[in-house]
């Protein structure tokens, strides 16, 4: 653990470490997908949507971040996961119809090139902030990662393109409340670790609820029944992902082949929480 606190300090002070360059976002397909839109009434609408898979990663080309938004804030708005509506139609030959995003829950769509289905929940994001909870403005779009007890949201960052990190949203799935663990802003850098620690902690015992077993467990033994991110592991691995790419044609399935090993290996370090979530608040 204390390793992957290092290895997000770094990446923090890399991002936010001036203001005078600018940013790549690699934005998705301007044409229209197939896909199925459940609103927050319940209904389900069948069709296409268009502007809506941007892909989760983004690039940064030297440092456009601010001193006074948080890390996640920054991205979250550059990635154009919060935006205000969608366009929808019922088929090809229709003419498009705005949907207020405040009236969609969950975007499902499939990608025929990368043969997979995606999906896209529109989630209130909530910070944590000296181990207290606090509500924002930001109501976004987040592609899911991994569902569970505790579901995983999040996206990719990449600088001067090399991978850099994946940024996580914990979320559970009975609310569309949604917390980042890691969310920091610069002058918050040099007291990162202790504050780092207790938001991960504050984090997880907001997306479990009423739980005081669990809440324990956190507090006294959630770090030592933690697994420590290796430097071994994270040179192998980048090896591995180097080797694989090379199966692949497309500059597409390449980069998706990459940031679903970077997923899964992340995902491990909240594995220990969420099986303990699952045992003891039954």
């Known amino acids: 653990m204390k390793n992957r606190i290092l290895i997000i300090l770094g990446l923090l002070l890399l991002i936010q470490k001036t203001q005078s360059q600018d940013i790549k976002i690699a934005l998705g397909k301007t044409d229209f997908d197939n896909a199925s839109v459940l609103l927050t009434n319940g209904k389900t609408l069948l069709g296409e949507v268009q502007d809506f898979k941007s892909p989760n990663t983004i690039e940064i080309v030297g440092n456009p971040f601010s001193f006074t938004m948080s890390a996640t804030e920054e991205l979250e708005k550059d990635l154009n996961l919060n935006r205000?509506?969608?366009?929808?139609?019922?088929?090809?030959?229709d003419q498009y119809q705005l949907i207020p995003a405040d009236s969609i829950d969950t975007v499902h769509f499939f990608d025929d090139e990368l043969n997979k289905n995606l999906e896209f929940r529109r989630l209130q994001i909530v910070r944590s902030i000296n181990g207290k909870i606090n509500e924002t403005k930001r109501t976004i779009f987040l592609p899911v990662f991994k569902k569970d007890s505790i579901n995983l949201y999040g996206y990719h960052l990449y600088s001067?393109?090399?991978?850099?990190?994946?940024?996580?949203?914990?979320?559970?799935?009975?609310?569309?409340?949604?917390v980042a663990p890691?969310?920091?802003r610069f002058n918050e850098i040099f007291s990162a670790?202790?504050?780092?620690?207790?938001r991960i902690v504050s984090s997880y015992k907001f997306v479990s609820g009423n739980c005081p077993t669990f809440h324990n467990w956190l507090d006294k033994k959630f770090y030592s029944q933690t697994s420590e991110i290796n430097r071994d592991d994270y040179k192998k691995l980048q090896k591995e992902i180097k080797k694989g790419k090379k199966s692949f044609k497309s500059k597409k399935e390449k980069l998706e082949f990459e940031r679903e090993k970077w997923t899964e290996f992340y995902i491990k370090s909240f594995t220990p929480a969420i099986k303990q979530y699952k045992e003891l608040c039954k």
């Not at 205000?84 to 139609?89: M, S, Y």
């Not at 670790?193 to 207790?198: A, G, Q, S």
């Open 160 to 178: 001067s393109g090399q991978y850099a990190t994946t940024i996580f949203y914990l979320n559970n799935p009975k609310d569309n409340l949604a």
């Open 84 to 93: 205000k509506q969608i366009k929808f139609r019922k088929s090809k030959d």
């Open 193 to 198: 670790r202790k504050k780092l620690i207790e």
């Open 182 to 184: 890691n969310d920091m």
